[in-house]
């Protein structure tokens, strides 16, 4: 499973699965699988209220990165190419 792959190569760059970059990480793949599903199905507004509580918390939690440590925070974004790193 694609899960199951992505988790094993985070885990070898990163020991602790609970860090808030590797929630981030995770959220944001969930975030592509929803966004690639609602291609195919637009009228699914559960999903779609799922969508919006996952990008709440992903955006919490760069709220609190960002704040915690800047550093870490601005290698995330790059690394994962989610958001322009000239806005902060």
Do not use: A, C
Not at 69 to 76: A, H, T, V
């Amino acid at each position: 499973m694609i899960k199951n792959s992505v988790i094993s190569q985070k885990k070898k760059e990163e020991e602790n699965p609970g860090s808030v970059e590797f929630q981030v990480f995770n959220f944001t793949n969930k975030i592509g699988r929803l966004t690639s599903h609602f291609e195919l199905h637009p009228k699914d507004y559960l999903s779609q209220r799922g969508l919006r509580i996952i990008l709440g918390k992903r955006q919490r939690l760069l709220s609190y990165l960002s704040k915690k440590n800047k550093i870490r925070y601005k290698n995330l974004i790059n690394r994962l190419g989610i958001r322009d790193s000239q806005i902060r």
